[in-house]
């Protein structure tokens, strides 16, 4: 069996120190039980090992021996105001962390710092048309207490919940430390969501406070965000006031009863604001999941147990260092942006980059010329992403100097083995290792992920879970197989408090599958002798062909796999005979010919990696793939198009035009 993508195995480059070494030594060995198409095992070298933030296996040891004595030590990596009573009080499906404690997650991210690194950089900001802006961790510091102080003259009150609309300028990142501050609830909307989007957010939180811009800046053209929230606004919602960040300087109308520029308000806020005391268990934020059919569901995150998974796996998985410019191309709309873009990193004291604009504009180098200008040292983006560059071809990655680049992390959907080479070999130029990160919005922060100088590094496999972190390969049943569904076993401190304001779909979606507490993914997983986890992708993402069994991931990296295609998707249509059919959506790379008989060859080389039983019914070329602007593939808009049905919502796409151009090419294959 063909064992499909997750993530990675690299090599680091200049070890911190004057003399360059290769971060990592590839071993090639036989391949561990589990069946997989690469044999190749990477591994860091003793330099790397040595300069590594965890650098020996006690944190795993001291984990096992007492969780909650492991999570209570590592819990004072935060700095608290009270320090807690009670590490863990867990009544399944609910868990509290940390009762007792008191902290604050903008004091954690900005206060702490002050003393020795105050003149640091905390954020780099690039806009898409060049515009730079440098911001000291003082200078943040302060505005974020100054916008404290506007949000409590609007009247804006600890619990209140406030909507953040906001492109990814450094007002994004004050908007969220200073609803934190204050302790409001903030639930930030991703700029791409339509207005109704909007608005179902905003009603379904209970926001009286609205907080965007003028507008955005998007391939050189401008995006009107005030006009996407004076739509959503229209109809009746909590809202009473909104602020507006001038952004792009577009002239937009003002509700004087309601609107407010940030600039004005901002000129005439008192610089002082203490954080508010919180206590653990108080809600942070909500954020609320999409690309999805069905109403989004709003999860709840709490303040401390949150910031501490954050916080920690960043320092574990990335080997943050005081010298690291962070890059995260993620936008704060989403898990990731919030984990790995402002709380993780801020709190650990990082330089943080930020970058507003698309990966191809002016140019397809645009990524590439700011690791080399900026000198970012650790990126992390999505294979979705990697493989578009790889479409694009090496050319707009060669002539760049990427030197700086010590380490790269892939998260979002798995990436095949080809793309996994290609990000360590043309980007990592064979110096950095790369960490495959899995985990949801639901878990708050990364659950399985290479530690660099401890794992081995096998491609096609996200590895081990972190310290703390209990995961099973389990049947329906919920008894342990080597292959079956992914489940974690015990409570985690980042884990979702709930679903906001429907407690019976908490319940039901992640706590029903079995009946011992254990959180059900959503994910299919099997695990090798080594104890490493192979992610098979959605159990929702499996075609059953005349009673067999097939990951859309398999049988997507089976395709990739072939020289000439550069992305691939693959969805399941009737068949009266087989009961479900293959069809695949492929984009080629472009300096392949796609040539009469590619589709032949393709459906032969599937064939070859996995079996005559996953031979695709029907490839389509299309020139690419329905994608949201954080590089997930939305599949189901390909089904509906492939079941001839309405076409679902699309504003959570990076180019809603290429449903319809696939609609069109589909028709006429």
């Known amino acids: 069996m063909f064992v499909s993508w997750s993530h990675f195995s690299c090599s680091l480059k200049k070890a911190l120190s004057s003399s360059f070494l290769p971060a990592l030594v590839i071993f ?75 902290l604050n997650a903008s004091y954690n991210c900005l206060d702490r710092h002050l003393n020795e690194s105050a003149s640091k950089i905390a954020l780099l900001w690039e806009g898409e048309r060049g515009e730079e802006r440098s911001i000291s961790y003082d200078q943040l510091f302060n505005e974020v207490c100054k916008f404290s102080n506007v949000l409590k003259n609007l009247g804006v009150k600890k619990g209140d919940k406030v909507a953040i609309y906001l492109p990814m300028i450094p007002e994004a990142v004050v908007a969220m430390l200073s609803c934190s501050r204050i302790g409001a609830v903030h639930t930030v909307v991703f700029a791409g969501f339509s207005s109704d989007s909007l608005k179902d957010r905003i009603i379904d939180a209970g926001a009286k406070f609205l907080i965007t811009a003028d507008g955005s800046f998007r391939k050189g053209k401008i995006v009107s965000l005030k006009e996407m929230a004076d739509l959503a606004l229209a109809s009746p919602t909590p809202v009473e006031k909104v602020v507006v960040v001038k952004h792009t300087e577009v002239p937009v109308p003002m509700n004087e009863e309601r609107d407010f520029w940030y600039d004005t308000l901002m000129a005439d806020a008192k610089e002082e604001c203490p954080p508010e005391s919180m206590d653990a268990e108080d809600e942070l934020f909500i954020l609320y999941t999409s690309g999805t059919t069905g109403k989004p569901k709003g999860i709840v995150h709490s303040t401390g147990g949150y910031l501490l998974g954050a ?132 878990t708050g922060s990364i659950m399985i992920a290479p530690i660099p100088a401890l794992h081995p590094l096998k491609p096609g496999s996200a590895t081990k879970p972190l310290p703390g972190v209990d995961v099973a390969i389990v049947d329906e049943k919920g008894d342990s197989q ?103 959506f492929v984009s080629v790379k472009e300096d392949v010919f796609n040539h009469p008989g590619l589709e032949d060859e393709l459906k032969q080389h599937v064939v070859k990696k996995i079996g005559a039983i996953a031979r695709p019914e029907r490839i389509i070329f299309i020139c690419e793939l329905p994608k949201t602007r954080s590089g997930k593939i939305m599949r189901r808009l390909l089904r509906d198009v492939a079941e001839g049905r309405v076409i679902g919502d699309t504003t959570t796409l990076s180019d809603p035009s290429v449903i319809e151009e696939i609609k069109l090419k589909y028709q006429e294959d």
């Open 482 to 584: 080597t292959s079956g569904f992914l489940a974690i076993t015990t409570p985690w401190p980042s884990m979702l408090r709930g679903v906001h304001n429907d407690p019976v779909r908490y319940q039901s979606t992640y706590w029903k599958k079995w009946d011992k507490g254990y959180y059900f993914t959503g994910d299919g997983a099997s695990i090798d002798n080594d104890g490493y986890v192979w992610l098979s992708g959605r159990i929702d993402d499996v075609i059953n062909v005349s009673g067999h069994r097939l990951g859309t991931m398999e049988l997507e990296s089976a395709l990739v796999d072939h020289k000439a295609v550069a992305e691939a998707a693959v969805i399941a249509i009737s068949h009266e005979i087989k009961g479900q059919a293959i069809v695949a």
């Open 311 to 442: 916080t920690m796996s960043l320092r574990w998985v990335f080997d943050i260092k005081p010298a690291d410019i962070y890059w995260c191309t993620a936008d704060v709309g989403w898990i990731t942006g919030h984990s790995y873009v402002v709380y993780g990193p801020l709190s650990n004291g990082a330089t943080v980059l930020l970058y507003e604009g698309a990966p191809d504009h002016p140019e397809r180098d645009r990524f590439w010329r700011l690791i080399e200008k900026y000198g970012v040292t650790i990126l992390y983006t999505a294979p979705t992403a990697i493989r578009t560059f790889m479409k694009w071809g090496e050319q707009w990655v060669k002539d760049h100097d990427l030197s700086s680049l010590r380490l790269l992390g892939s998260v979002g959907e798995p990436i095949n083995p080809e793309a996994w080479e290609w990000y360590y070999t043309h980007i990592g130029r064979k110096n950095c290792p790369v960490v495959d990160t899995w985990w949801q919005t639901e």
């Open 28 to 102: 090639v060995c036989p391949a561990a039980s589990h069946a997989t198409d690469s044999s190749t095992v990477y591994q860091v070298n003793e330099n790397f090992r040595q300069n590594a933030n965890v650098q020996d296996l006690s944190l795993f040891e001291e984990a096992k021996k007492d969780r909650e004595f492991f999570w209570s030590k590592q819990a004072h990596n935060l700095d608290w105001f009270q320090p807690w009573d009670t590490v863990l009080e867990w009544d399944p499906p609910y868990a509290k962390w940390f009762l007792g404690g008191k």
